[in-house]
């Protein structure tokens, strides 16, 4: 298991960009895939991107492809979540987790999450 912690977030303009960031602590973090997922008021969780253990691999869904982009830094124990061209509806709390692609590992670990506010 490692710990997250998710930073980063704020409040926008519509049309802004914002850098999200999860640490973890522990050796294992190059070991996991990473994902990250929002949570709009009212909504359901949902999937946002992930990255494979080397960074190779970006999966993303589609309304926010080509806007944001999911890299990682192995040597940093980090994972970024670049968000550019954000809209109203990207506003949500936004988390990373360990995953197994875009699936959340179960029992996994989480962060807390971090908030985004984008204005019209």
């Known amino acids: 298991q490692v710990q997250l912690v998710e930073s980063g977030g704020g409040s926008v303009q519509a049309g802004g960009s914002l850098r999200l960031s999860c640490a973890a602590s522990?050796?294992?973090?190059?070991?996991?895939?990473m994902g990250w997922f929002r949570q709009a008021p009212g909504k359901e969780r949902e999937f946002v991107a992930a990255i494979s253990t080397g960074g190779n691999g970006r999966t993303y869904t589609d309304s926010i492809k080509g806007r944001f982009s999911i890299t990682r830094d192995n040597a940093k124990n980090t994972v970024y979540l670049e968000m550019n061209s954000l809209k109203p509806e990207d506003t949500a709390v936004y988390y990373c987790?360990?995953?197994?692609?875009?699936?959340?590992?179960?029992?996994?670990?989480w962060g807390r999450g971090t908030q985004v506010t984008v204005s019209s």
């Open positions: 522990g050796r294992t973090f190059s070991r996991y895939d």
């Open positions: 987790a360990t995953t197994n692609g875009r699936t959340p590992i179960r029992g996994g670990s």
